[in-house]
């Protein structure tokens, strides 16, 4: 649970929540759900403990208690920091959510970044940086974005690749990381979601970025209306059967057909898909698609809101 919520703001409350936690991992569910059920009458806009108390009733094999505890605490936080409408959304086996909420992706960011490139490379081994390069591999580049950048794993990478680096990323602590490395000319702090078509780019990277946002019709029609003719973008996603799917771990995998469906309805003629293992997950191989996309049959100046672009 994110640190942000650990606080009720009451004393009684919170000591209450220790307790129940310490019921929970002694094995006795059934009493941490009942203390803290108590407990949060006194903290009824609490989040946390709803998102908490959701988490219990789920592994005690309750989803309905689950759903409707993880939208009080929806209710109480509607920026959804702690992802509680994605964990809703597994629940029900019906996902409705086709983009993990910023605020949520920006909190979980800012508390991984300083162990995160110990915890991605040496432990989970992620690999997508590198696997873009090699894909990519003998080309150098002018302009270069590097979509999502967190830490800086793929300005990494590709620094001796291209002339101009610019990284940009939703979490301020990630920033911190990436400006340490002095490995890019510019960073931005900025929700993906929301890019506007400015600048333009010879090389645009989104390494791991693209299971944080789901629907990728949006951000993929900017990568082509911020491309510089013969630009190239790259990018991986993991490896779905359906359009789109919301995993356990709250990340969205895409399917083969759906991925270069939204690239030929934004304008890319030429794309190169290969099958890897992107990262390990609890001991297993995460596989995906490294994707990298050029020949964009037409550079008008767009904004890129993929309005009218349907879900494969």
């Not at 291209?162 to 929700?191: N, T």
């Not at 990568?223 to 359009?243: I, K, M, N, Q, Y």
């Amino acid at each position: 649970m994110a640190a942000w919520g650990l606080s009720s703001g009451d004393l009684i409350v919170d000591r209450r929540f220790d307790f129940a936690e310490g019921l929970a991992a002694g094995g006795d569910l059934r009493a941490a759900v009942e203390l803290l059920t108590e407990a949060m009458e006194r903290a009824p806009d609490w989040p946390a403990g709803w998102f908490r108390l959701g988490e219990w009733h789920e592994a005690l094999g309750d989803p309905t208690a689950a759903v409707a505890a993880w939208d009080r605490a929806l209710r109480a936080d509607p920026g959804d920091r702690l992802g509680a409408g994605l964990k809703r959304d597994l629940a029900r086996r019906v996902p409705v959510a086709e983009a993990m909420p910023a605020a949520f992706v920006e909190a979980l960011f800012d508390q991984y970044a300083p162990s995160f490139d110990t915890a991605l490379v040496d432990k989970l081994g992620y690999r997508a940086p590198w696997l873009l390069r090699d894909a990519l591999a003998g080309r150098h580049f002018g302009r270069a974005m590097d979509l999502g950048c967190g830490t800086g794993l793929a300005g990494e990478a590709f620094r001796g690749a291209v002339d101009w680096l610019e990284g940009c990323d939703i979490s301020a602590a990630m920033l911190g990381q990436a400006q340490a490395k002095g490995i890019y000319d510019r960073l931005e702090k900025a929700d993906l979601a929301a890019l506007e078509v400015g600048a333009r780019f010879d090389l645009i990277l989104a390494a791991d970025v693209f299971v944080y946002l789901g629907a990728l019709e949006r951000i993929v029609a900017w990568c082509a209306g911020s491309l510089e003719p013969g630009g190239v973008l790259a990018f991986t996603v993991e490896a779905g059967e359906e359009p789109l799917t919301l995993r356990e771990s709250r990340r969205f995998a895409h399917s083969a057909g759906y991925v270069e469906g939204v690239l030929q309805a934004a304008g890319f003629s030429t794309f190169a898909r290969k099958e890897a293992v992107l990262r390990q997950d609890r001991g297993a191989d995460i596989r995906g698609f490294v994707v990298v996309a050029t020949g964009l049959a037409r550079q008008a100046d767009r904004q890129g809101d993929g309005e009218g672009m349907a879900l494969a």
